[in-house]
């Protein structure tokens, strides 16, 4: 039989569109637990420890407030006992206690290897030095002196071709310093053409959801990556209920999207902490900080720029 808490839960799965499967992936809690969070059954649980935690983390990700959840409904949910504890710590004396001598050498093997190795590459730097061959310059005689003056001296320009030289030096300066009036004027009407940025405020911001509004610009694009080695869950749609995107996003993985058309666009991120959004080439920054709120939702108003 569903608790209360277990129907609370739910209706905020449906009205964020993410199924159990996705939900699953987002938590990496498994299906059959979320089951039973929804259908109040927490027998399912591993144990009563895990219960406070599956549901904090079902919680977040739907968008609710986790600890407001858990002090609403700490009357529905099982006092974890606390002789887990204990039997732990037992745990771990006992693997202390039967784990081999030998094992401390086993730690010390990287460290010694790492030693080896700072050696061999120093004593490699100092063979490389002392076998490196020495480039000498050629002695340089009277009579080498000699030759190579005459046969510079034969390559040398008279005075009179230095002096054409120099006066035709002269003319192209002359010629390279004519500025073209029309270019010049074309240079000054783009220094005067103030660049416009695009603005991109917040508007109202309540929990874990934010709208902005997108001004000053032609275009809408935005473009979604999930960072290296990281995994995400993003749903993009507009009001009417069209979606864009709704997809799992895992290391690296870019989308981009031309919203230019649309009035309002709504992103339902699964995990902020390991997503990149950019809207129109420049990176935005979510209005909580993805420690303190994985799950977001980011509402964009978009108006046009009208000239």
């Keep these: 039989m569903a608790t209360e808490l277990g129907k609370r839960l739910k209706e905020a799965r449906e009205e964020k569109n993410i199924n159990l499967e996705d ?3 987002i938590t ?8 039973g969070i929804e259908e109040g059954n927490y027998s399912s649980m ?4 895990y219960v406070r935690a599956f549901i904090k983390q079902y919680a977040e990700a739907v968008g609710l407030d986790p600890d407001e959840i858990l002090e609403e409904y700490k009357g529905e949910l099982p006092q974890s006992s606390p002789d887990h504890i204990p039997e732990q710590l037992s745990r771990v004396k006992s693997r202390k206690q039967i784990s081999p001598k030998g094992s401390k050498f086993l730690d010390m093997v990287p460290m010694l290897l790492l030693i080896l190795f700072i050696i061999g590459g120093l004593f490699a730097l100092w063979w490389f030095l002392q076998n490196r061959e020495v480039v000498e310059e050629p002695e ?9 003056y005459e046969e510079t001296k034969e390559d040398l320009p008279t005075p ?3 002096e ?3 006066e035709a030096g002269e003319e192209k300066t002359d010629d390279s310093k004519v500025a073209d009036p029309d270019q010049e004027k074309e240079q000054a009407q783009e220094e005067e053409e103030p660049t416009v940025q695009q603005e991109l405020s917040l508007v109202e911001s309540s929990g874990n959801n934010a709208i902005y509004e997108l001004k000053n610009v032609e275009s809408f694009v935005a473009e979604v990556s999930a960072t290296p080695d990281g995994e995400t869950w993003i749903a993009i749609n507009n009001r009417k209920g069209h979606r864009f995107f709704y997809n799992m996003m895992k290391d690296g993985q870019t989308e981009k999207f031309d919203l230019s058309e649309e009035a309002e666009v709504i992103f339902n991120i699964g995990r902020t902490t390991e997503t990149k959004i950019k809207i129109n080439g420049e990176e935005f920054e979510f209005p909580v900080n993805p420690k303190d709120a994985v799950t977001q939702t980011i509402t964009i108003r978009y108006s046009p720029n009208q000239e």
């Design 23 to 25: 939900l699953q992936k």
């Design 28 to 35: 990496k809690i498994q299906k059959r637990y979320l089951v």
């Design 46 to 49: 591993p144990g009563k420890f």
């Design 140 to 148: 340089t005689t009277i009579e080498n002196a000699e030759t190579e």
């Design 160 to 162: 009179n071709e230095d």
């Design 164 to 166: 054409q030289a120099n």
